[in-house]
């Protein structure tokens, strides 16, 4: 039998340690949470995403009394993006949430298996890492790329 290993090294910094830019997104981020729509969970969700024209899209959960009918705050981001902006490549993304006290979440929070796969596709298209940040209440997680979150991905292109 052989093994293998999959190896991912989250960096775990301080906000003091982010580059201009990144502070910029976690904030855009953290923002956008106040934008989500979630009577039914009540957990905000925010995302920014930094496209290659300059331009940062934001996006938040959107929930829907028919539950799957909503979307998350990655998805609404990358989708809105891509549609606004199809030429541009994404570069990073920054995703932040308040739980249902109201308050930023402790421990980052990490897109879910639906949101990865679909990122995944943009960072394809990309052909360059999309760096993502995760955004607790005092500490933030860098991640090199989106498929450094979803290994083993499934790709068909
Ligand atoms: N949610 C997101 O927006 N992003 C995620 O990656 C996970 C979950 C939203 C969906 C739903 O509106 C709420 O958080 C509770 O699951």
Redesign the pocket.
């Known amino acids: 039998m052989q093994k293998l290993n999959i190896d991912l090294t989250v960096e775990v910094l301080s906000p003091e340690e982010l580059t201009p830019e990144e502070a910029s997104l976690v904030e855009q981020a953290r923002l956008s949470t106040f934008r989500?729509y979630?009577p039914?969970?009540n957990?905000h969700?925010g995302?920014a995403i930094a496209l290659d024209n300059g331009v940062t899209v934001c996006g938040?959960?959107?929930?829907n009394v028919a539950y799957p009918s909503?979307?998350?705050?990655?998805?609404?981001a990358a989708f809105y993006a891509h549609a606004q902006y199809p030429d541009a490549r994404f570069r990073v993304i920054a995703?932040a949430?308040r739980g249902t006290d109201g308050n930023p979440v402790e421990t980052p929070?990490?897109?879910?298996g639906a949101?990865r796969q679909a990122l995944l596709e943009y960072e394809m298209l990309a052909g360059a890492p999309v760096k993502v940040l995760l955004c607790g209440a005092d500490r933030i997680y860098r991640l090199p790329s989106v498929s450094s979150t979803l290994p083993l991905a499934f790709t068909e292109f």
């Open positions: 989500s979630c039914y969970s957990f969700v995302a938040a959960n959107q929930e909503g979307t998350c705050a990655e998805r609404s995703i949430a929070v990490a897109p879910c949101c």
